[in-house]
């Protein structure tokens, strides 16, 4: 038997979202049916909607990668959950042994899996948030303890993974260590909380919006730097004596992707290894951008992180326990919230900068 509910259906790219009912599959042997309590509203999700269509890309489609819900069936080989358990979804597996998988979610390409029916049209998803209901695949459902929220917690599975994650797991930042973090919305906050959690010293934010900057001293950052009032590498330098040890774009844009590398310290020989430069931010469609090899001569590092090289079984625990201890504030993160029925106003106010931390979508 299939179920039936509401979903943002991206049918042209573009173009506004259509919120229409369709009918989701009942879950295979690996997988779960989960009634959603809430869902992020990622960036990454207006990259795909903006793209121009690709030679065999399947549409319609459903988006989303982050939520909290409740599972209402399950598969016969599922075992680490059962109906009525809270649950968070994520993108990434939950117990990778080597290195993470991300799940198929936004590249929107012919192994995602077609697990909803609408107007008697196959919708592509896979694990899918913007919707009522999602089929996931049990490799990306995570328990949630009930006595925690089930709204902001929708984040932890992009948002919270992806910054925070890269501060403990692809950085291992410790205390004392400097870092700046280009881009102050959801992921980037997310970094410097953590930052700041594990003592790092200084923790500067760089953005262009006052109001951002302003927000991001919440959550840690005792620096700030606006781009726009002059050259924001230079102050990192002066800030941190030549350097931070670690930068981190989470825009994504060529220019940030250059001033990160610019903007962490030299080394000065083979025993003596230069800052590091993460990229987390998605380059927008048709973007490119040239790095200036020459930076690498001081022996600077520049890497990318995707999912903050999360493994979602062992790190969850630990941002649900920062959030209990009130170190992680999620509550103060989210910021604005929808209906889905107002999906493509949460979309619009994304792209134009009027989220101030994190927005999400809520279900009755």
Same mark, same amino acid.
């Given at each position: 038997?299939?179920?039936? #509910?509401?979903?943002?259906?991206?049918?042209?790219?573009?173009?506004?979202?259509? =919120?229409?009912?369709?009918?989701?599959?009942?879950?295979?042997?690996?997988?779960?049916?989960?009634?959603?309590?809430?869902?992020?509203?990622?960036?990454?999700?207006? @990259?795909?909607?903006?793209?121009? *269509?690709?030679?065999?890309?399947?549409?319609?489609?459903?988006?989303?990668?982050?939520?909290? #819900?409740?599972?209402?069936?399950?598969?016969?080989?599922?075992?680490?959950?059962?109906?009525?358990? @809270?649950?968070?979804?994520?993108?990434?597996?939950?117990?990778? $042994?080597?290195?993470?998988?991300?799940?198929?979610? @936004? +590249?929107?390409?012919?192994?995602?899996?077609?697990? $909803?029916?609408?107007?008697?049209?196959?919708?592509?998803?896979?694990?899918?948030?913007?919707?009522?209901?999602?089929? +996931?695949?049990?490799?990306?459902?995570?328990?949630?303890?009930?006595?925690?929220?089930?709204?902001?917690?929708?984040?932890?599975?992009?948002?919270?993974?992806?910054? *925070?994650? $890269?501060?403990?797991?692809?950085?291992?930042?410790?205390? #004392?260590?400097?870092?700046?973090?280009?881009?102050?919305?959801?992921?980037?906050?997310?970094?410097?909380? *953590?930052?700041?959690?594990?003592?790092?010293?200084?923790?500067?934010?760089?953005?262009?919006?006052?109001?951002?900057?302003?927000? $991001?001293?919440?959550?840690?950052?005792? @620096? =700030?730097?606006?781009?726009?009032?002059? &050259? +924001? =590498?230079?102050?990192?330098?002066?800030?941190?004596?030549?350097? /931070?040890?670690? /930068?981190?774009? +989470?825009?994504?844009?060529?220019?940030?992707?250059?001033?990160?590398?610019?903007?962490?310290?030299?080394?000065?020989? #083979?025993?003596?290894?230069?800052?590091?430069?993460?990229? =987390?931010?998605?380059?927008?469609? &048709?973007?490119?951008?040239?790095?200036?090899?020459?930076?690498?001569?001081?022996?600077?590092?520049?890497?990318?992180?995707?999912?903050?090289?999360?493994?979602?079984?062992?790190?969850?625990?630990?941002?649900l326990r920062w959030m209990r201890e009130g170190k992680l504030k999620l509550n103060e993160l989210i910021t604005n919230r929808y209906q889905l029925e107002q999906i493509n106003e949460a979309v619009d106010d994304l792209e134009h900068g009027r989220i101030l931390g994190r927005g999400i979508l809520t279900f009755d």
């Amino acid at each position: 038997m299939s179920t039936k #509910g509401r979903a943002a259906i991206y049918v042209e790219p573009r173009k506004p979202l259509v =919120v229409d009912e369709v009918e989701f599959a009942d879950p295979g042997p690996d997988q779960v049916l989960v009634k959603l309590f809430s869902s992020g509203v990622c960036h990454s999700q207006l @990259h795909t909607m903006q793209r121009p *269509a690709r030679k065999g890309q399947s549409l319609p489609a459903l988006l989303g990668h982050e939520s909290t #819900g409740v599972v209402v069936a399950k598969g016969r080989d599922v075992t680490h959950v059962k109906e009525g358990d @809270h649950v968070i979804t994520t993108w990434v597996d939950r117990d990778s $042994a080597t290195t993470n998988q991300p799940m198929v979610l @936004h +590249a929107l390409n012919d192994r995602a899996q077609y697990l $909803a029916n609408w107007k008697g049209k196959a919708v592509m998803h896979s694990a899918a948030t913007w919707a009522e209901y999602a089929v +996931a695949q049990e490799r990306v459902v995570v328990p949630l303890p009930k006595d925690l929220p089930t709204d902001v917690t929708s984040i932890i599975g992009c948002a919270v993974m992806t910054g *925070a994650g $890269a501060i403990i797991n692809t950085l291992r930042v410790r205390p #004392g260590q400097s870092v700046a973090v280009f881009g102050a919305g959801g992921i980037g906050l997310c970094a410097i909380s *953590a930052a700041a959690i594990v003592d790092a010293y200084p923790v500067i934010a760089v953005d262009v919006n006052d109001g951002k900057l302003d927000f $991001a001293r919440r959550f840690g950052a005792t @620096h =700030v730097i606006n781009a726009k009032n002059g &050259d +924001a =590498v230079q102050a990192i330098k002066d800030l941190t004596g030549g350097g /931070a040890d670690f /930068a981190i774009d +989470a825009i994504g844009v060529p220019l940030t992707q250059e001033q990160i590398l610019r903007a962490v310290r030299p080394g000065f020989s #083979g025993l003596n290894k230069g800052g590091t430069a993460l990229l =987390v931010g998605i380059t927008p469609p &048709d973007a490119k951008a040239i790095l200036d090899t020459s930076l690498f001569v001081g022996n600077r590092s520049f890497t990318r992180t995707s999912g903050g090289d999360c493994k979602p079984d062992r790190d969850f625990s630990i941002f649900l326990r920062w959030m209990r201890e009130g170190k992680l504030k999620l509550n103060e993160l989210i910021t604005n919230r929808y209906q889905l029925e107002q999906i493509n106003e949460a979309v619009d106010d994304l792209e134009h900068g009027r989220i101030l931390g994190r927005g999400i979508l809520t279900f009755d």
